[in-house]
């Protein structure tokens, strides 16, 4: 059995990699090329790229490819001439065979489903940012079977938060349909306006995206939220930002996206060969045109690698203004500490070992660069680092509601506590 298997893996191998017959790979160049030629959204450059292929069998360019190579090869051709990422040229038999089976049979979803539960459905992390911020990583836009009950349940998860942000930097796309429902909870908008239609070139087929009328969970359609993209943010991942930001109810924190718009059909060309083609043009209604070649700009541009940190001081920003009294003063203090962490500073050093000691019996220590900080009878592991905001003025990690100064006061060491409600507390070190 063993031997058996090896051998048909090996002709499996040497089928993609040894050169296909010229007459072989002539039908898969003319099918290819007519596909495009009739189906790709863009006419113009319907025109040019099928005219380019053909140029490039007639010259010889293909000759010497097996058909994994010859694959690989028009793949690159057309992304290169259309400037469009979504176009594939696949060799796959088994493929091939789903889509001319006799009842249209789809591929096989074991192998999808499992792959897309081991990824959480694409919701690959979630926690809470300090002053109650929603942190969601989505990397995906699974639409398999139990993607819809993971979306619900992270979604009123994450209900509770002051203020949402949804990282999609290494999102590399997925399904419209997680779009059409992340939108219901984000957005109230118009149940009888559509929020994007499709339409094919090649036929009268269009389809309209509606608002969802309902959702299981609460909505979220107050909370303001922040969306991390990258250079990497690509196709449904841009979607969501896409027709967040033109109906201003996101703000786009990064850098601007790769620009892939446009949705897709697998379509069987011979000898199983399969091409992906990017056949279906997406339109907002509200801008009337889409992301396609432009990708998006975000609002606040910034290294994709300091987007999260943005987010965070923009997101407190955003609740400072929507607040008063005492929790307006906390979240202040809270923004004071988010900035002080992406401010670039010369390290301290010995400067603040002169600062170690004991402050009514609450402890500080020097050690590894930094001051830390334990209260009155906490443990070894209540230790908490202290993070500098200037002027001998610091926050502890977890400690929003005051800020501690530590400073000579008639020659004498003293830690400055101030509450977010004003009032001021001097201890002395216990010298």
């Known amino acids: 059995m063993k031997v058996a298997f090896g051998a048909i893996g090996l002709a499996l191998i040497l089928e993609a990699n040894c050169p296909f017959a010229q007459a072989a790979t002539s039908d898969v160049i003319k099918t290819l090329s007519a596909k495009v030629e009739t189906m790709y959204v863009d006419p113009v450059l319907a025109t040019e790229a099928a005219a380019h292929v053909r140029s490039e069998f007639e010259r010889g360019a293909y000759r010497d490819c097996g058909a994994a190579e010859l694959a690989t090869t028009l793949t690159n051709d057309l992304r290169r001439i259309t400037g469009d990422g979504h176009f594939q040229v696949r060799y796959s038999a088994e493929q091939y065979e789903s889509l001319t089976g006799p009842a249209g049979s789809i591929l096989p979803r074991t192998a999808l489903l499992r792959e897309a539960r081991e990824r959480n459905f ?23 079977q139990g993607a819809e009950e993971k979306a619900h349940a992270v979604m009123s998860a994450i209900a ?3 203020a949402i942000i949804i990282d999609l930097r290494d999102n590399r796309g997925g399904n419209s349909a997680m779009t059409q429902l992340l939108m219901a909870y984000l957005f109230e908008g118009d149940l009888d ?13 269009t389809y309209e995206m509606m608002p969802l009328a309902s959702v299981p969970g609460r909505r979220l359609t107050t909370l303001p939220i922040f969306i991390l993209v990258s250079s990497r943010t690509w196709s449904a991942g841009e979607e969501l930002a896409y027709l967040l930001q033109v109906r201003k109810r996101a703000t786009i924190v990064g850098e601007k996206t790769v620009g892939g718009a446009n949705g897709i059909e697998f379509v069987p060309l011979v000898d199983n060969f399969v091409l992906k083609i990017p056949s279906i043009r997406s339109v907002d209604t509200v801008t009337n045109t889409n992301w396609q070649g432009t990708g998006i700009k975000p609002d606040r541009p910034c290294p994709g690698t300091e987007a999260l940190e943005h987010a965070h001081l923009l997101a407190i920003e955003a609740l400072i203004k929507r607040t008063d009294g005492t929790r307006k003063r906390q979240l202040g203090l809270l923004r004071e500490k988010i900035a002080a962490r992406g401010r670039s500073s010369e390290p301290l050093g010995s400067q603040l070992r002169q600062f170690a000691g004991s402050y009514g019996g609450h402890r500080l220590k020097y050690e590894q660069g930094a001051l830390w900080f334990r209260p009155r009878g906490g443990a070894e592991a209540d230790w908490r680092q202290l993070t500098p905001l200037g002027d001998d003025a610091f926050m502890i990690d977890g400690i929003n509601d005051w800020k501690l100064s530590l400073a000579k006061r008639d020659g004498k060491v003293c830690a400055i506590v101030t509450f977010a409600d004003g009032r001021e507390k001097v201890v002395p070190r216990d010298d």
């Not at 306006?193 to 087929?205: A, V």
């Open 193 to 205: 306006q559509p929020l994007q239609t499709f339409e094919k070139r090649y036929s009268d087929w």
């Open 122 to 144: 694409g919701f690959t992390a979630f926690r809470l940012l300090e002053g109650n911020i929603a942190y969601l990583k989505l990397d995906t836009f699974s639409w398999e």
């Open 160 to 162: 509770d938060a002051y």
